[in-house]
């Protein structure tokens, strides 16, 4: 039998309103063995998340200190506001060789790549189309008209980012991309070489 030294890390990175925080919610219920990364950012909490379960919020203060103490693993500024990830939770389950899953922008996955090479395995959470977003982005009632737009622009360009990623999963319905998901995770655990 082969031995398993650490575990990897998935990382999902999609359009702001694509679908990554109710497809990860949903593959961490039908995927076991995963362990959710809780990031932290500087913006404002919304009605629907639970500080600490959804993001650890922060000051921007705050968030500078943990950045200038080394204890971000990535961070980004991404619609004005700062976002990253704890380092210690990340690395205890990798070296207790658990898979981590993480839902970051696109700078941030750059950065687990380069830090992490093969054992970072990257998935683009894609809408079926810019309209499709849209929609989905006024359904949510969390953005103003203007902060709309700029999400959309920002939606472009991060779907550019798309090709250097290892995968690439349409969300057109959450139980078809949670089961494309789950077969990515179950490709990667059985991959016998890394790349």
Same mark, same amino acid.
């Given at each position: 039998?082969?031995?398993?030294? /650490? /575990? ?8 702001? !309103? +694509? !679908? ?11 995927? &076991? ?10 913006? &404002? ?5 639970? $500080? !600490?379960? $959804? ?6 203060? %705050? ?6 103490? +080394?204890?971000? =693993? ?17 690395? *205890?389950?990798? %070296?207790? /060789?658990? $898979?981590?899953? =993480?839902?970051? $922008?696109?700078? /941030? ?15 683009? =959470?894609?809408? &079926?189309?810019?309209?499709?977003? %849209? ?9 103003? &008209? ?5 999400? =959309?622009?920002? %939606? ?15 969300? *057109? ?23």
């Amino acid at each position: 039998m082969v031995k398993r030294t /650490g /575990g990897r890390i998935f990382v999902i990175s999609g359009p702001s !309103g +694509g !679908g990554k925080t109710t497809v990860v919610e949903a593959l961490l219920a039908h995927a &076991p063995g995963l362990v959710r990364s809780v990031s932290v950012t500087t913006r &404002p909490r919304r009605s629907s998340e639970r $500080d !600490g379960a $959804d993001y650890r919020f922060v000051s921007g203060g %705050a968030f500078a200190r943990l950045r200038a103490r +080394g204890e971000l =693993l990535e961070w980004a500024q991404v619609h004005h506001a700062w976002y990253g990830t704890p380092r210690q939770p990340v690395e *205890r389950a990798l %070296a207790r /060789g658990r $898979d981590v899953i =993480l839902s970051i $922008d696109v700078q /941030g996955a750059r950065q687990v790549k380069r830090r992490f090479g093969a054992r970072a395995v990257l998935v683009f =959470l894609v809408p &079926p189309s810019l309209r499709a977003l %849209a929609q989905r982005l006024r359904k949510r009632r969390t953005e103003t &008209p203007q902060a709309l737009q700029t999400r =959309l622009r920002a %939606a472009k360009r991060e779907l550019a980012c798309a090709a250097w990623y290892d995968y690439t999963v349409v969300n *057109r319905r959450v139980p078809e991309a949670v089961e494309q998901l789950e077969a990515i995770v179950t490709a990667e655990r059985l991959r016998t070489g890394r790349r």
